[in-house]
Nanobody, 124 residues
Framework: QAQLVESGGGLVQAGGSLRLSCAAS????????MAWFRQAPGKERKLVAT????????YHEDSVKGRFTISRDNAKNTVYLQMNSLKAEDTAVYYC?????????????????WGQGTQVTVSS
């Protein structure tokens, strides 16, 4: 069964770091662009970062540029989000997503497969 499973969330103090992982099973990783979205309480789900199937293209949302880095290991069917210098406003549920195309896109509706989400809480 094709699925995405996130891990690595938790509680961290402001200024700290976390690394999120998303492991894919089934045919929803190789050749697929991957992304991380986040959703804070009462707010819409928004793109954080995305990476093409070959890692040749990446995009990071302005508020996380220079602090977060998306990467992928195609041999392990895993995508990562390294999060440094965390701020209270980064608190949200983080979701991994994939789309059956190699190129990156930026909207929720562009992605077909989703993980269950992992909570990231940053205390100030």
């Amino acid at each position: 069964q094709a699925q995405l499973v996130e891990s690595g969330g938790g509680l961290v103090q402001a200024g700290g770091s976390l690394r999120l992982s998303c492991a894919a099973s089934g045919p929803i990783f190789r050749g697929y662009a991957m992304a991380w979205f986040r959703q804070a309480p009462g707010k819409e789900r928004k793109l954080v970062a995305t990476i093409s199937s070959s890692s040749g293209s990446t995009y990071h949302e302005d508020s996380v540029k220079g602090r977060f880095t998306i990467s992928r290991d195609n041999a392990k069917n895993t995508v990562y989000l390294q999060m440094n210098s965390l701020k209270a406003e980064d608190t949200a549920v983080y979701y991994c997503a994939s789309r059956p195309y190699s190129n990156i896109r930026f909207k929720v509706e562009d992605y077909d497969y989703w993980g269950q989400g992992t909570q990231v809480t940053v205390s100030s």
